[in-house]
């Protein structure tokens, strides 16, 4: 939403449906010049923690011609490895993004002082991801319509079906996953070939890289979450910062509300 006057069009997720199909035909290459098209590239960024998946992402918005265009957000727990600080800033540095920083209102210090060591039993992890994670991405409500993130059918679980486009309607805005369709196979590939500038700790034994308090390396045989929050014994490997990675509907409960032009480039698009 850009000002208060500008008529707004609602989108659903069950409206979404038929767009999705569509897009699923696609190249995310395609895909990330769709979603600059219709959403104004003033008002997309990425969302990438600097995990691998989330390079190749910011390396195919550098291909896609956005280099200097686009912003790169990502969020600073205070407690990330000091490898995913260094890959945040040579990546974006690399592929002309500008990095976008979010903080959490408190170090972790403080919290610690007045809440305890919450990641030290379940509910309190919840709270952890909650404040560390979650809140300080209210910090760009209002500024961008839609987010590019890296999320992969491939990866399983609870992103077994997720879809190209999804609504979070906490931040009113579309997540948009170009690379849902990429396979690990292809991701191999991909970083090969185009030598992507990726987080180090992924060939020291971490699948999946997150705050250096709850992330351990994975065994081999282990799942590559198996290094989430190993102490607590977690059946829920995932954060839930991701919409997706929640109890999702398909109905008009879930929704946000766009600039009505920009909704009508979106419902409206034809291959």
Same mark, same amino acid.
């Given at each position: 939403?850009?000002?208060?006057?500008?008529?707004?069009?609602?989108?659903?997720?069950?409206?979404?449906?038929?767009?999705?199909?569509?897009?699923?035909?696609?190249?995310? $290459?395609?895909?990330? @010049?769709?979603?600059?098209?219709?959403? *104004?590239?003033?008002?997309? =960024? !990425?969302? +990438?923690?600097?995990?691998?998946?989330?390079?190749?992402?910011?390396?195919?918005?550098?291909?896609?011609?956005? +280099?200097?265009?686009?912003?790169?957000?990502?969020?600073?727990? *205070?407690? &990330?490895? #000091?490898?995913?600080?260094?890959?945040? =800033?040579? !990546? +974006?540095? %690399?592929?002309?993004?500008?990095?976008?920083?979010?903080? #959490?209102?408190?170090?972790?210090?403080?919290?610690?002082?007045?809440?305890?060591?919450?990641?030290?039993?379940?509910?309190?992890?919840?709270?952890?991801?909650?404040?560390?994670?979650?809140?300080?991405?209210?910090?760009?409500?209002?500024?961008?319509?839609?987010?590019?993130?890296?999320?992969?059918?491939?990866? *399983?679980?609870?992103?077994?079906?997720?879809?190209?486009? %999804?609504?979070? +309607?906490?931040? &009113?805005?579309?997540?948009?996953?170009?690379?849902?369709?990429?396979?690990?196979?292809?991701?191999?590939?991909?970083?090969?070939? $185009?030598?992507?500038?990726?987080? #180090?700790?992924?060939?020291?034994?971490?699948?999946?890289?997150?705050? &250096?308090?709850?992330?351990?390396?994975?065994?081999?045989?282990?799942?590559?979450? %198996?290094?989430?929050?190993?102490?607590?014994? $977690?059946?829920?490997?995932?954060?839930?910062?991701?919409?997706?990675?929640?109890? @999702?509907? @398909?109905? &008009?409960?879930?929704?946000?509300?766009?600039?009505?032009?920009? =909704?009508?480039?979106?419902?409206?698009?034809?291959?």
């Amino acid at each position: 939403m850009s000002n208060s006057t500008t008529q707004l069009t609602k989108i659903t997720a069950e409206q979404l449906e038929d767009v999705n199909a569509k897009l699923e035909k696609l190249t995310p $290459h395609q895909i990330i @010049r769709w979603a600059c098209e219709s959403v *104004g590239s003033g008002r997309i =960024a !990425v969302l +990438s923690a600097m995990q691998e998946a989330g390079c190749i992402l910011c390396h195919m918005v550098k291909e896609s011609g956005l +280099s200097g265009k686009m912003d790169v957000i990502f969020v600073d727990t *205070g407690v &990330n490895f #000091p490898e995913t600080l260094e890959t945040a =800033a040579r !990546v +974006s540095d %690399a592929y002309g993004l500008n990095l976008v920083t979010l903080k #959490p209102e408190r170090t972790m210090a403080e919290q610690t002082a007045e809440e305890g060591v919450l990641y030290l039993s379940k509910d309190g992890q919840k709270r952890c991801c909650h404040l560390r994670k979650k809140v300080p991405l209210r910090q760009i409500i209002g500024k961008y319509d839609a987010l590019l993130v890296s999320l992969r059918r491939g990866s *399983g679980g609870k992103r077994s079906d997720v879809p190209v486009l %999804a609504v979070d +309607s906490e931040l &009113n805005l579309l997540r948009i996953h170009p690379i849902v369709l990429m396979t690990d196979e292809q991701m191999d590939e991909y970083l090969a070939a $185009h030598k992507v500038i990726i987080n #180090p700790l992924h060939a020291q034994g971490y699948p999946t890289v997150s705050c &250096n308090r709850c992330t351990t390396p994975v065994l081999p045989g282990e799942d590559d979450r %198996a290094g989430r929050w190993r102490h607590l014994e $977690h059946e829920d490997k995932y954060c839930n910062i991701n919409p997706t990675d929640r109890k @999702r509907v @398909r109905d &008009n409960s879930d929704f946000v509300e766009l600039a009505s032009e920009t =909704a009508v480039k979106i419902l409206n698009f034809e291959i």
